[in-house]
């Protein structure tokens, strides 16, 4: 049984049904968590951090099996360009380490979080649950709920 997070609280509050889903802390890929579970790669999402122009951050989650297409995705949030966070200026933004950082564990820091579209097509995902060798299987319709994650074109 995984420890108890503040993501896992944050659901248990909004009565939201999960799995916890522990794995070995040294995988720091969404498709190494997808092979370790044998799950298909489109149902474990990564979380990136992604800056405006105006340096502000935002979540955006993409299935592992996909790569952020930024200009897609500024397009999507109406930005000229956008910039992928460095993994220190991650996890300095998000208090969290690279490979467990989680829109479920950062809810008071109001960054907008974003979805690849492609989620659409699935039930269930995986996320991190905010610490590395940690995830959090749950509905998709409850994940977008909770994060207010807004599904927008920005993978290949």
Known sequence: MAEKLN????????????IARDFP?????ADGVADYFDL??????????VLTN????CLVMVAGNHALNLKLFAKAIGQKKVYMA????AERLTGLQT????????????????IDESVLQLERVLVS???????????????????KAK???CAR
Do not use: C, F, W
Not at 105 to 112: C, I
């Open 86 to 89: 460095a993994h220190k200026e």
């Open 129 to 147: 649950a905010g610490k590395r060798g940690i995830n959090i299987e749950l509905a998709v319709a409850d994940l977008m709920k909770i994060t």
């Open 54 to 57: 105006a340096k502000k951050p």
């Open 99 to 114: 490979g467990g950082i989680s829109a479920l564990a950062l809810p008071h820091k109001n960054y907008p979080v974003y």
């Open 25 to 29: 802390a040294s995988i720091h890929s």
């Open 7 to 18: 993501s896992m609280r944050l659901l248990e509050r909004q009565k939201i049904a999960y």
């Open 151 to 153: 599904a927008v074109a």
């Open 40 to 49: 298909p790669h489109k149902m474990v999402y990564k979380t990136l951090v």
